[in-house]
Every structure is written in C-alpha cells, then in structure tokens.
C-alpha cells in the first residue's frame, strides 16, 4: 500500500479514518470472541455497535478510492492481499471446509459464500471498487445506489420477514454491500459541497444515539447501519492528527481483521483439546473478556511482528498482508 511519505504527501490523507479502522478491527474481534455473551443486555449492545463495522470499512474504502482515483493503486495489490492470507490460512480452512466439501459446495463457496473466514469480505472489495470505478460518473453513481438500496433493504428484510427462501446467505455476495460502497462515494464527492463539516459533532453523536437506542424497539436495523455511515463517518474524518502512529494503526487493522479468524479457530482447538472441560481452567478460558484479551493481545503482538520484519529486504513481501 501507500508508504508513510506518500501519506503525507497525499491530500487524500484521512488521518482520523485510519483511527476508526483501528477501532472497527477491534470492535470486530470483540464480536466475533463472542464478548459479553455472558451478560445478554451488554451483548445485544456490542453487537449493535460492531454491525456498522463492516459498512463503515466498505465506505471508508470507496471514499479513499474516489478521493485518490487518479494516484490509485493497481488492483492487483488487492489480487495479492487475498492470496498471501488465503495461503496463510490454509491449514485452518482445509480443517475446517475443503477435507468436507464436495464440488457443487466448493463452486458455492467461491461464488456466493466463503470457504475462508474473512474472504467474502475481500472478494466484496475487489468487485465493488471496480463496479465502482465503471460507475463513477454521478448519473452512474446515482443510478448505482438507487438499485443497490433496494437489493440491500429487500434482503435485508428478507431475513426478518422471509419473503423468499433462499439456500445461501446474501450477507456474503458483494451486492448485499454496494450501497455501503455508493454511501462511501457520495461521500466523497459531496461532502465539502454541502458543507456537512459544520454539523457539530456533539448533534451528529446525539443523532446517531437517538437512532441507536430506537433500534433496540424498531425493526430499522439496515437503516440504522446505513445512516451510521453518515453520522459516524464525518466524526472522524474531520480528525486532523498527522501522525506515523495512525499510519501504524491503519497497516494494523487489516492484520488484525485477518488474523482473528485464525486465532479463534486455535484458541478453540487448544481449549477443546488440551483442557477438561469441567476444569476450572476451561471455565476461565471459556469466559468471553479472557478470549478477548488474549485473542486481541496475540492478534496485536503479530501485526506488529509482521510490520517490523516487513522492513527486511528478504521479507519485504509481508507488506502485501496489509
């Protein structure tokens, strides 16, 4: 990706975006360890939270893809993110699906779901940004996120009213995700026009409180995530801390988005097979804040591994794991 020199060149540095990426990819890993589901209020509260993650990393992606459209990066850096962590992971998604799968499930896999943990996500990006690169003008755009609103509401409430039976899930195609990518887009395109950086940020906090708190006893949980994008977006992308230290986090949170997957999946393998399970042990191991942490805090200490070898000549091919 972009080196720090280049970020700070770079007019379409956000540094308050590469913040909130930090704090999604840990809110991410707190959802995905299960936090607090001991405490089942507590629980439903995180989970409200970590589900604007993955729409809110969409549209950061297309904000900076349409701010640095003509500095942009070839597509195939994206190309070799996928496969550096897909060979990384191969131990775990061949455990876990291809020693099972036949080959009807296996073309399922690729096409509409994962077979690896994180994968869908990237296949979404990959496709996305180039939808919309084609579709950048701003009749295109419009267009773009006038069908993709609808697809996403319909299957969004297709889940809470099963208007169709359907045997996959949508959640993991990438056109469930466009609107988030269009969002990101108008964004870019039109924010400074419409002058949204004088909204202050205690009425947008205020706003997004209001529509949180309705979520628990409204069924608007696809609406809420699509105006949190809104309201929580400009929060950070008005921080202007210029710092080598954000730049760090940003190359973190994709490591750390990847590697959970990973470290859950060993977390379970130990505890299920090297603790009874009616030991004390188990039990505290088992408990969802001592998961988080040292799921988080083995997750933290590789990416910060991978960023310092990534700096040897003979490694430096670690820098497309981010």
Request: aromatic fraction near 20%; proline fraction near 4%.
């Amino acid at each position: 990706m972009m080196n720090n020199s280049d970020l700070k060149n770079s007019i379409a540095y956000y540094p308050g975006l590469d913040l909130l990426k930090f704090i999604l990819a840990l809110l991410i890993i707190a959802a995905h360890c299960e936090f607090a589901v001991e405490y089942p209020l507590l629980k439903d509260i995180i989970g409200k939270i970590t589900s604007v993650a993955v729409p809110l990393f969409f549209a950061m992606s297309s904000f900076l893809f349409i701010k640095r459209i003509d500095s942009l990066e070839p597509p195939a850096q994206t190309v070799y993110l996928f496969i550096c962590w897909y060979i990384l992971m191969f131990p775990m998604t061949w455990q876990r699906f291809w020693r099972f799968a036949t080959i009807k499930e296996s073309i399922y896999a690729v096409l509409l779901s994962c077979s690896l943990n994180g994968y869908w996500f990237i296949k979404a990006l990959i496709v996305n940004t180039l939808l919309l690169f084609f579709c950048r003008s701003q009749k295109r755009l419009l267009l773009c996120l006038i069908i993709s609103l609808v697809v996403y509401l319909f299957w969004s409430y297709n889940y809470v009213f099963g208007f169709v039976s359907v045997p996959f899930s949508p959640y993991y195609s990438f056109y469930y995700h466009t609107a988030y990518f269009c969002i990101g887009a108008l964004l870019a395109r039109y924010y400074d026009k419409f002058s949204l950086d004088i909204i202050p940020s205690l009425v947008l906090l205020g706003i997004y409180v209001t529509i949180f708190i309705a979520s628990f006893f409204l069924p608007i949980d696809p609406l809420y995530r699509l105006f949190s994008i809104v309201l929580i977006f400009p929060l950070f992308e008005r921080i202007d801390i210029h710092s080598n230290n954000l730049v760090t986090l940003r190359k973190m949170s994709i490591i750390l988005y990847m590697t959970q997957f990973l470290l859950i999946w060993l977390y379970s393998l130990l505890c299920d097979n090297y603790l009874s399970r009616n030991s004390q042990v188990y039990s505290i191991f088992q408990f969802s804040l001592a998961r988080y942490l040292i799921i988080t805090i083995a997750a933290l200490g590789i990416a910060r591994l991978i960023l310092w070898l990534e700096n040897k000549p003979w490694l430096s091919f670690l820098k497309y794991l981010h």
